[in-house]
């Protein structure tokens, strides 16, 4: 039997009774276990069989019901039409309104006035013509403005429903009461152009906008789409295609050359090389082999192989990638506070502003006509929706940005303080090095023979989960050695190891476990200087309180080290290595990579202590490590950028977290915060620097020096464009190198 | 000064007034809620804003009917959730606070909030 749980959304249900309807239904239906309905969020969650009843059925029996099962989330679909439609009907709705809108304004334009056909120029006809512009393409400003209004709440709609509608009722007025405008002294000449070329333009602008929008969630929706839609399982020695989500946790899975690897999980048998690019960024194929992880998504290339699925579902590595990066995409960042705090006051100071025009223009002018075009002029340039939009847009391409090239951004206040960092701390294991040490020499220092010596060591190490431990059991098994079981034994972190292997009481570790069991060196003292000096780790064992021999350990350094490293340098920022490794050794390990700040001899727990220490010196500290072992000092560094593989304890300790483990993407993930910066910088300086300008132009400002009045045709372009430029401006950051 | 001027300078500072009283001065009433609420989104969020227990896993179910871009991506930037909400179909959102405080639900321009009150 294949358990399945799984929701469906179901339509047409109204009330309680008909949750206990579809759910007799679905209960009734062959195979169903379990199932729970809620009307609430229009769903139902079954459990099923799914050797014996398939979605396919249950949306039948619910059919029969006069109810319908939707057999998959159209959540996805529904969006995208939606967003077709929208764009659809913007565009309709541009056409016509600046269509009739050119009409009435070769009509009416002095200059213009002269070529244009009789009719066009009487105000009937243009009263006639504007309405459909007013109340057809316009009637989304009063649908948003009218809900708003009763909640005591204005936007963007509001200021160009109140603007449009002050232009369109005066030219009204005018065109039905021309005697009455007279007597007051006013010649009578209507605005329609005004008002439909305005909602024009900034329904031009909107659809615009919506289309450069959508791009900016682009990164997710390629994520998703990486996912193959079925998987090749071998059940009961046969081989068979299910979808995707059928796939469960211990299945073997069989993937051929050129396909996609449906899950993720452990290779069984046979070899090959895998494209990983699309999830590390990285693109030299990787050499796959029996016992080697694969990820879901990524492409097999030559070879074929089975492998047992280890994580399906929500809990792949590529579902993790993009919870990740869709949370990244939902945080706020810190510079986008001043943006929160005068949006929110924005719209009603500008309809103070429009008030004080109109008294300003009207009392110290005397011109009604004037006064109007001006208020008219305020209402339509204000644009707050430029700065609403400068923050997130430009944090949506970042961390998109980041993620297809392999680094994974917690959030955006993350994404914000990376840029700032001046001194980038990189723990030496595993970071620093491939973290697989192996045994490079065996010396022993008096009877006891170096095979012995090894075999000892590697019984005790047996217990313990440090990463030298693994170099020498691994060692000891390669020369096919006896390993015994150890009593009494204990770790002593940042010491070494001790216990008990047959009758002998053994102690391995470094300088400060010999010297707490004052176990002299002297002898050895040049011997280990040497080994060190080639950037090897020095243990040393001690059989019943006498020292036997040496045992050194090398890890070797990553390829991308030298040049990671070299590229933070460039970019002004301090390089320190930290390393529970004597100074000798770390030093070698240091100057094979170009790094001159050393924190060497540093215990586990003591970390965090060394990163705040930087940090009290005024430096913005990254700490970068493997994020398991590392996760205090992530947490208390800065920005804590994790070298992982995309486990779930490394994506929740750091901040950033590296999947492809290449040390060049810690200077392309500063790099990338300091592009994403800037460009949020541009685009809050240019929606600030607009309102700030042009609402004081609007006003008439420049007016008494140079008589210049803005035209509130040319405050309904400025509009238009602020908020697309700042979208496009945000976008451009998909083609910055990083 | 003419008797017209006078009247634009009363009606300007009584709409300026009017304008800072309306929509600067609102008091929101908090709505409490248990375990899950309806949140019409029309012209902004309805009810504006709720209250909610700590440790609690509450359910904001949105409808928006409101075909403005504006509202059409709802934001929980504490809790790091941007969700497009599709017109007339109900989007749930689950949210387990784990701190007391007041947290914010912002519209994509945020230019529409709402509170969420942690007791």
């Known amino acids: 039997m294949t358990e399945v749980k799984k929701s469906f959304p179901i339509k047409g249900m109204h009330c309680a009774s008909c949750v206990r309807v579809t759910e007799r239904a679905l209960k009734k239906t062959l195979g169903v276990k379990d199932a729970v309905v809620n009307l609430a969020s229009e769903k139902a969650t079954v459990t099923y069989d799914a050797d014996n009843c398939t979605p396919q059925q249950l949306a039948e029996s619910i059919a029969k019901t006069g109810y319908t099962l939707e057999l998959e989330e159209k959540t996805d679909t529904a969006i995208k039409e939606e967003k077709r439609k929208e764009l659809r009907n913007l565009r309709n709705k541009v056409i016509v309104s600046l269509g009739l809108g050119c009409l009435i304004l070769w009509g009416s334009f002095p200059g213009l006035i002269q070529t244009s056909p009789a009719f066009l120029q009487n105000f009937f006809v243009q009263f006639i013509l504007a309405i459909p512009v007013q109340f057809w393409a316009g009637f989304a400003f009063y649908r948003a403005t009218i809900p708003a209004l009763k909640h005591r709440t204005a936007n963007m709609d509001t200021l160009v429903a109140l603007g449009t509608t002050v232009a369109f009722g005066y030219s009204a007025i005018v065109t039905l009461f021309p005697q009455f405008v007279k007597q007051a002294g006013i010649e009578p000449m209507p605005y329609f152009d005004v008002a439909t070329i305005v909602i024009g333009l900034i329904l031009l602008g909107r659809y615009f906008e919506a289309k450069a929008k959508g791009q900016t969630s682009e990164a997710i929706k390629k994520l998703i789409g990486l996912q193959a839609k079925t998987a090749r399982i071998v059940r009961d020695g046969k081989e068979i295609d299910v979808?995707?989500?059928?796939?469960?946790?211990?299945?073997?899975?069989?993937?051929?050359?050129?396909?996609k690897i449906p899950v993720d999980g452990v290779i069984l048998e046979g070899e090959s090389s895998v494209d990983e690019s699309m999830i590390t960024g990285e693109s030299i194929p990787s050499d796959k082999t029996k016992g080697d992880t694969v990820v879901g998504a990524t492409m097999n290339k030559t070879g074929t192989f089975t492998y047992k699925a280890t994580k399906v579902g929500g809990d792949s590595m590529l579902a993790q990638i993009v919870?990740?990066?869709?949370?990244?995409q939902g945080s706020k960042a810190p510079i986008q506070r001043l943006a929160d705090i005068i949006s929110s006051y924005f719209v009603p100071i500008v309809i103070m502003l429009a008030f004080v025009t109109f008294v300003i223009w009207y009392v110290f002018v005397g011109s009604l006509l004037l006064a109007l075009l001006s208020t008219v002029a305020v209402l339509i340039i204000a644009c707050p929706c430029a700065m609403g939009l400068a923050t997130p847009t430009a944090i949506m391409v970042g961390t998109g940005k980041g993620a297809t090239n392999g680094i994974l951004i917690k959030d955006a206040a993350s994404l914000e303080t990376a840029h700032k960092?001046?001194?980038?701390?990189?723990?030496?294991?595993?970071?620093?090095?491939?973290?697989?040490?192996?045994?490079?020499?065996?010396?022993?220092?008096?009877?006891?023979?170096?095979?012995e010596m090894l075999r000892l060591s590697a019984s005790i190490e047996k217990g313990s989960e440090h990463s030298l431990a693994e170099a020498i059991v691994k060692e000891a098994e390669k020369r096919k050695m006896n390993i015994e079981s150890v009593t009494k034994f204990k770790a002593i972190a940042g010491h070494g190891v001790e216990g008990l292997v047959g009758k002998y009481q053994i102690f391995l570790g470094n300088r400060k476990l010999m010297e707490r069991e004052k176990i002299s060196l002297l002898s050895v003292n040049t011997e280990i200087t040497r080994l060190e000096n080639g950037g090897k780790t020095v243990m040393m064992l001690a059989v019943d309180g006498k020292l036997t021999g040496l045992i050194a350990v090398a890890d070797t350094v990553k390829e991308s080290a030298k040049e990671g490293i070299k590229a933070l340098q460039r970019m002004g920022i301090e390089t320190v290595m930290i390393t529970g490794d004597n100074q000798r050794t770390a030093n070698a390990i240091a100057q094979k990579v170009g790094i001159t700040r050393i924190l060497s001899e540093v215990l586990p727990d003591q970390k965090e202590a060394e990163v705040r220490k930087i940090q009290a010196e005024g430096k913005k500290v990254a700490m970068v490590g493997d994020g398991i072992n590392d996760a205090p000092a992530l947490a208390a560094a800065d920005v804590g950028i994790a070298m992982g593989t995309g486990t779930d304890v490394a994506i929740e300790a750091a901040d950033i977290t590296l999947i492809n483990k290449d040390l060049q993407s810690v200077a392309q993930a500063i790099n990338l915060s300091k592009k994403t910066m800037r460009t949020i910088k541009m685009n809050l300086f240019w929606a600030f620097g607009y309102n700030i300008i042009l609402i004081p132009v609007a006003m008439g400002i420049l007016y008494p020096f140079f008589h210049i009045l803005l035209s509130p045709i040319f405050a309904s372009v400025a509009m238009a464009s602020s908020s697309v430029s700042v979208v496009s401006n945000s976008l451009l950051l998909k083609r910055v190198k990083i | 000064m003419t008797p017209d001027k006078i009247i634009v300078i009363f009606l300007g500072f009584v709409g300026i007034g009017f304008t800072y009283w309306y929509f600067l001065m609102k008091k929101d009433?908090?709505?409490e809620v248990e375990s899950s609420v309806d949140i019409a989104v029309d012209g902004g969020y309805s009810p504006n804003t709720i209250s909610i227990p700590k440790g609690k896993t509450?359910?904001?179910?949105?409808?928006?009917?409101?075909?403005?871009?504006?509202?059409?991506?709802?934001?929980l930037p504490d809790f790091k959730i941007r969700k497009f909400l599709p017109l007339n179909k109900k989007v749930n959102i689950e949210i387990t606070p784990k701190e007391s405080g007041t947290y914010e639900i912002v519209c994509g321009m945020n230019m529409f909030h709402g509170k969420i009150i942690v007791n």
């Open chain 1, 323 to 328: 919870k990740l990066v869709q949370e990244a």
């Open chain 2, 58 to 75: 509450t359910t904001l179910i949105f409808l928006r009917s409101d075909p403005s871009s504006c509202l059409e991506e709802v934001v």
């Open chain 1, 421 to 451: 960092i001046n001194t980038i701390i990189f723990d030496k294991t595993g970071t620093l090095t491939n973290g697989k040490p192996e045994v490079t020499d065996v010396i022993s220092v008096n009877k006891l023979k170096e095979d």
């Open chain 1, 243 to 259: 979808p995707l989500d059928q796939v469960l946790v211990g299945d073997t899975v069989r993937v051929r050359p050129g396909e």
């Open chain 2, 29 to 31: 009433n908090a709505v």
